[in-house]
Protein backbone atom coordinates (compact mmCIF):
# COMPACT_ATOMS: atom_id res chain seq x y z
CA UNK A 1 0.00 0.00 0.00
CA UNK A 2 1.23 3.19 -0.94
CA UNK A 3 0.84 6.00 1.38
CA UNK A 4 1.69 9.48 0.65
CA UNK A 5 2.24 12.39 3.43
CA UNK A 6 2.40 15.92 2.56
CA UNK A 7 3.61 18.34 4.51
CA UNK A 8 5.35 22.63 4.46
CA UNK A 9 1.73 24.36 4.04
CA UNK A 10 0.87 26.92 6.22
CA UNK A 11 -0.64 30.70 6.29
CA UNK A 12 1.62 33.03 4.32
CA UNK A 13 1.48 36.95 2.95
CA UNK A 14 1.59 37.41 -0.96
CA UNK A 15 4.51 37.36 -2.41
CA UNK A 16 6.26 35.27 -0.04
CA UNK A 17 7.58 31.86 -1.00
CA UNK A 18 6.85 28.00 0.57
CA UNK A 19 8.18 24.91 -0.55
CA UNK A 20 5.88 21.66 0.07
CA UNK A 21 7.09 18.27 0.18
CA UNK A 22 5.76 14.57 -0.27
CA UNK A 23 7.05 11.75 1.22
CA UNK A 24 6.30 8.24 0.20
CA UNK A 25 6.02 5.32 2.12
CA UNK A 26 7.03 2.63 -1.50
CA UNK A 27 9.84 0.76 -1.93
CA UNK A 28 10.35 1.35 -5.86
CA UNK A 29 9.53 5.43 -5.73
CA UNK A 30 11.38 5.81 -8.72
CA UNK A 31 8.52 3.93 -10.85
CA UNK A 32 6.12 6.59 -9.81
CA UNK A 33 5.17 9.70 -11.67
CA UNK A 34 4.45 12.18 -9.02
CA UNK A 35 1.97 15.12 -9.57
CA UNK A 36 0.31 18.02 -7.18
CA UNK A 37 -3.40 19.23 -7.55
CA UNK A 38 -4.84 21.70 -5.49
CA UNK A 39 -8.69 22.74 -4.67
CA UNK A 40 -9.77 25.83 -3.31
CA UNK A 41 -12.99 26.23 -1.58
CA UNK A 42 -16.22 25.87 -3.88
CA UNK A 43 -13.95 25.32 -6.71
CA UNK A 44 -13.03 21.66 -8.08
CA UNK A 45 -9.71 19.67 -7.48
CA UNK A 46 -7.22 21.20 -10.23
CA UNK A 47 -4.24 19.87 -11.62
CA UNK A 48 -0.59 21.81 -10.71
CA UNK A 49 2.25 20.29 -11.67
CA UNK A 50 3.64 17.30 -12.88
CA UNK A 51 7.20 15.46 -12.71
CA UNK A 52 8.22 12.10 -14.73
CA UNK A 53 10.27 9.40 -12.87
CA UNK A 54 13.04 10.88 -13.77
CA UNK A 55 12.95 13.97 -13.26
CA UNK A 56 13.05 15.04 -16.45
CA UNK A 57 9.83 15.69 -17.79
CA UNK A 58 8.11 18.50 -15.82
CA UNK A 59 4.75 20.25 -16.53
CA UNK A 60 2.83 22.83 -15.23
CA UNK A 61 -0.56 24.31 -15.21
CA UNK A 62 -0.49 28.35 -16.81
CA UNK A 63 -1.66 29.82 -13.92
CA UNK A 64 1.79 28.52 -11.59
CA UNK A 65 4.21 28.51 -14.35
CA UNK A 66 7.29 30.92 -13.86
CA UNK A 67 6.18 30.45 -10.01
CA UNK A 68 6.41 27.06 -8.69
CA UNK A 69 9.20 24.10 -9.32
CA UNK A 70 8.38 20.63 -9.35
CA UNK A 71 11.23 18.62 -7.81
CA UNK A 72 11.65 14.92 -6.90
CA UNK A 73 14.57 13.12 -4.85
CA UNK A 74 14.09 9.76 -5.60
CA UNK A 75 16.73 8.50 -3.22
CA UNK A 76 14.62 10.22 -0.37
CA UNK A 77 11.36 8.70 -2.24
CA UNK A 78 10.49 12.63 -1.59
CA UNK A 79 8.89 14.97 -3.98
CA UNK A 80 8.94 19.28 -3.73
CA UNK A 81 6.77 21.57 -4.80
CA UNK A 82 8.89 25.18 -4.21
CA UNK A 83 5.76 27.93 -4.71
CA UNK A 84 7.67 31.86 -5.35
CA UNK A 85 5.75 34.71 -5.80
CA UNK A 86 2.60 33.90 -4.14
CA UNK A 87 -0.80 35.05 -4.95
CA UNK A 88 -4.47 35.16 -2.90
CA UNK A 89 -5.65 32.60 -5.82
CA UNK A 90 -3.10 29.99 -5.02
CA UNK A 91 -5.18 29.55 -1.51
CA UNK A 92 -6.46 25.45 -1.19
CA UNK A 93 -5.47 22.11 -0.28
CA UNK A 94 -2.59 20.95 -1.86
CA UNK A 95 -2.64 17.13 -2.31
CA UNK A 96 0.06 15.31 -3.70
CA UNK A 97 -0.12 12.31 -6.16
CA UNK A 98 1.24 9.41 -7.59
CA UNK A 99 0.74 7.11 -10.66
CA UNK A 100 2.05 4.20 -12.36
CA UNK A 101 0.42 4.66 -15.45
CA UNK A 102 -0.52 6.99 -17.82
CA UNK A 103 -3.73 7.13 -16.89
CA UNK A 104 -5.34 8.24 -13.65
CA UNK A 105 -3.58 8.64 -10.15
CA UNK A 106 -3.96 5.68 -8.00
CA UNK A 107 -2.24 7.03 -4.55
CA UNK A 108 -3.37 10.64 -2.98
CA UNK A 109 -1.71 12.42 -0.04
CA UNK A 110 -4.49 14.13 2.96
CA UNK A 111 -3.42 17.33 1.86
CA UNK A 112 -1.52 20.27 3.31
CA UNK A 113 -3.41 23.63 3.21
CA UNK A 114 -1.99 26.66 1.78
CA UNK A 115 -3.33 30.15 2.62
CA UNK A 116 -1.97 33.29 1.25
CA UNK A 117 -2.91 36.52 2.68
CA UNK A 118 -3.17 39.74 0.72
Known amino acids: QVQLVESGGGLVQAGYSLRLSCEAS????????MAWFRQAPGKEREFVAR????????TYADSVKGRFTISRDNAKKTAFLQMNNLKPEDTAVYYC???????????WGQGTQVTVSS
Open 97 to 107: AARVGVISYEY
Open 26 to 33: VPTFGRYT
Open 51 to 58: ISTSGETR
